[in-house]
């Protein structure tokens, strides 16, 4: 097999993951288009967080992306978030109580500038380590795809819709929450080994529970579980 073969099917997935993440961007950016400086400062589905803090937490993760994906194009490692995890906290906290006006332009543009730096990565490129979970510049854009679509939902101002592509990649993302020993039986797949605990219901919500997050329906448990950390 030629090295060109082995660069398209690399591309190609990728393309495909970045464009589900463009639309999730697309769907994010329509809903703040219309958010209001009361609805900006309600409060979020997160304990804590107002919609705003949400909002500029989504921007600064869009830059700080941004920023490993620049760096390891360069061949170089960089901190996530200035100051870490303090810094990032603080990023937040000053960021939040801006107008919903200017919330909605920073979620705009740094999409805009992390789809850009996306579009600057060679076929060969995707592999690059980044220092964001010691992963790769490939794992960027599945970080996005989960914190655009969960913090979408976390603002509670649409109905939560994710596609089955995202479904899944959840539940590949998520599985190690099930404890040792379990196998959790959903309608179209099971998870993990062991001792087998069925969940019926809407796979959406069924997701929504296995990320930590309320869900609108109801989910039937066989018995009860108690999920571990998120990954």
């Known amino acids: 097999m030629s090295l060109a073969t082995n660069s398209i099917r690399k591309v190609v997935p990728m393309a495909q993951k970045i464009a589900e993440v463009a639309a999730g961007h697309a769907r994010l950016a329509e809903i703040v288009g219309t958010l209001t400086d009361d609805q900006a400062r309600a409060d979020s589905a997160l304990p804590g967080w107002s919609r705003g803090h949400v909002l500029t937490h989504v921007a600064n993760l869009a830059r700080a992306l941004t920023r490993q994906v620049e760096y390891a194009l360069d061949g170089k490692l960089v901190d996530v978030y200035d100051g870490g995890a303090e810094g990032r906290a603080a990023a937040i906290e000053q960021g939040a109580g801006r107008p919903a006006a200017a919330l909605a332009d920073d979620v705009v543009q740094s999409a805009k500038e ?20 010691d992963g790769t510049v490939a794992d960027t854009v599945l970080v996005r795809w989960r914190e655009v679509e969960i913090h979408t939902a976390d603002l509670g101002l649409t109905p939560v819709r994710w596609s089955p592509e995202f479904r899944g990649h959840l539940f590949g993302f998520l599985s190690p929450r099930i404890p040792a020993g379990v196998s959790l039986v959903l309608p179209d797949r ?8 069925h969940v019926t219901g809407d796979l959406t919500d069924i997701a929504a529970w296995l990320a930590g997050r309320d869900y609108a329906g109801e989910l039937v448990f066989s018995r009860p579980i108690r999920l571990g950390p998120w990954p």
Do not use: F, I, Q
């Open 114 to 133: 992390l789809e850009s730096a996306w579009a600057a990565v060679g076929p060969d490129d995707w592999a690059r380590p980044v220092k964001h979970r």
């Open 190 to 197: 099971t998870l993990g080994e062991g001792e087998p605990v």
